[in-house]
């Protein structure tokens, strides 16, 4: 049993079974014992690995976005380029050296990077080395001016609550103890919840046997950005596994070295995620003042930004093995069956920048109604 499972099934000894959020929060943010502060889990060799991860042209087409986004905004300046979990700085590193053909950009950009993993945080600054950053722990500390927000994989790692639909309502799906076993079992929690303004009415009424899920945080994440972009200006791109009004459905997983893992095993040791609600994050920024666009597929956004004539372009100058690397790597990035449609973009602007580039869709007609 690992030191962090220990400490979950004495708190459910002494105070009960816990939601599902709070189990999710200390499995991947406890200080000591968590996921993410233990350890660096993403690349190869790790658990899961990521887009930047997996072809330096992803970070080098988000840089080109930020250029682009910056100049159709009318070069403001200064201001505030802000990673959102950065991982271990790639995409970063990445898009600032695709960015470095354009100095003004680059003299223009104050760097920001929001992570709370120490680890993580000590090999972003080893990556980032040349450049002036600054380190924060919350979005909440970025200083006032106009913001450009980055965050690919960010979303699907923050705690989520499950609840789950009875004859007789929506209840609070928790963590506790089988008396039985005394293994830890997920429990519903006996007491009906409030579902206004939590669960949305064309979930509210599902059968029985239904699950809902829901982030806390992400909304108050995007409800930040999308302030800051209403008073301030630019844009923000959020990049993820995701859905739009999904409905009710489990989406919670476990991750552990790239295969499925037991939600309740590991602890500490396994990644636990969650699909993104896009269309939450949508509408909590649009109440603070920002104007979405999207989401439209991975795979669309970045052949509309032209990833294969740039890996075509790099991979000239190589030898057949890096070529090929970089020939897959842009195949799985953009791959129908694979992380080109599982992953969606979703952009969010100050309203005056018109649309943003990769999201020329056809009039009246989003990527999620297609
Ligand atoms: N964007 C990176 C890493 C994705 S993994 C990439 O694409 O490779 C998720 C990242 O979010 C990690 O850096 C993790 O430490 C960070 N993270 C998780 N929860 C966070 C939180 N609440 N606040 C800030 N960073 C967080």
């Not at 309740?264 to 104007?291: C, K, P, Q, R, Y």
């Not at 080109?340 to 989003?366: H, I, R």
Request: glycine letters at 10%.
């Amino acid at each position: 049993m690992t030191p962090l499972e220990q400490l979950i099934r004495d708190r459910i000894r002494d105070h009960g079974a816990m939601p599902v959020s709070d189990y999710m929060a200390l499995a991947l943010a406890h200080p000591d014992y968590g996921y993410y502060r233990k350890a660096d889990p993403l690349g190869r060799d790790g658990d899961f690995i990521t887009a930047p991860e997996i072809t330096q042209v992803f970070g080098e087409i988000i840089g080109l976005w930020c250029v682009v986004t910056w100049r159709q905004a009318g070069m403001p300046t200064p201001f505030h380029l802000v990673e959102l979990g950065p991982g271990r700085g790639t995409l970063m590193a990445d898009a600032m050296r695709a960015a470095g053909n354009d100095p003004d950009f680059i003299a223009a950009a104050n760097l920001h990077l929001v992570e709370t993993s120490p680890i993580l945080r000590s090999r972003q600054q080893a990556q980032l080395q040349a450049h002036d950053a600054t380190w924060h722990l919350a979005i909440d500390t970025v200083p006032d001016g106009p913001c450009l927000y980055i965050a690919n994989e960010f979303f699907d790692a923050l705690a989520i609550d499950q609840y789950f639909r009875t004859a007789d309502g929506w209840h609070r799906r928790c963590v506790g103890l089988d008396p039985v076993t005394d293994r830890l079992k997920f429990v519903i929690d006996r007491t009906p919840i409030n579902t206004e303004g939590l669960v949305p009415p064309s979930v509210a009424a599902a059968p029985a046997g239904s699950l809902f899920e829901h982030c806390p945080e992400c909304p108050e994440i995007t409800a930040i950005m999308g302030r800051r972009l209403a008073s301030d200006g630019i844009a923000a791109l959020i990049i993820d596994y995701g859905y739009w009004h999904q409905g009710s459905g489990e989406t919670l997983q476990g991750v552990r070295g790239h295969q499925h893992h037991d939600v309740l095993m590991n602890l500490g040791d396994a990644d636990l995620t969650a699909h993104v609600d896009f269309s939450a994050l949508a509408a909590t920024a649009e109440t603070a003042g920002a104007i979405p666009f999207g989401p439209v597929l991975q795979g669309t956004f970045l052949s509309n930004l032209g990833i294969e004539a740039r890996t075509n372009k790099l991979a000239a100058d190589q030898d057949t093995t890096q070529a090929n690397l970089l020939h897959s790597g842009c195949h799985r990035l953009i791959d129908p069956q694979g992380m080109g449609t599982l992953f969606k973009v979703l952009a969010l602007t100050d309203g005056k920048l018109g649309v943003p580039a990769g999201f020329e869709l056809l009039p009246g007609k989003l990527d999620h109604e297609a």
